[in-house]
């Protein structure tokens, strides 16, 4: 029988592009469980997936309590129509919230464009009166 395959902290670390403490906080929040040799975390191929599904639905801006959810679907039988219609809702409201906010983004940079003309067109005002003088 073969040994399953095991990494460091400092391994998932480094090739996740994250601190070993990120990796800490996501287990203390019941994300990742790994295995313990005396102070020593031992993880296995399960973990390294999970750390990656952690870091994806970060990346979407989910909220750990989403993510936790999606990783326990995970766990269970995978793929199954519950499931993925509960990933598609989730990923649903990501979206709105993220189109909501760049339409509050434009109309922001609108604002300043704005500003920076009205900004630029009294300067350009004030050099002419200054030169009049």
């Given at each position: ?18 601190t070993p ?81 760049r339409e ?30």
């Open positions: 029988m073969s040994q399953e395959e095991t990494f460091s902290i400092s391994d998932l670390a480094r090739e996740f592009g994250i403490r990120a990796i800490r906080f996501y287990e203390d929040k019941g994300l990742l469980t790994p295995a313990r040799a005396g102070h020593r975390r031992i993880y296995v191929k399960r973990d390294r997936t999970r750390l990656g599904l952690i870091l994806r639905g970060r990346r979407l801006g989910l909220s750990l309590a989403q993510i936790f959810e999606l990783l326990g679907m995970y766990d269970g039988a995978r793929n199954s129509a519950p499931q993925l219609r509960r990933f598609l809702t989730v990923l649903a409201e990501r979206r709105r919230i993220i189109e909501q906010q509050d983004i434009a109309a922001v940079l609108g604002e300043i464009d704005t500003l920076e003309r009205l900004c630029a067109d009294l300067l350009a005002g004030e050099s002419v009166a200054e030169g009049a003088t």
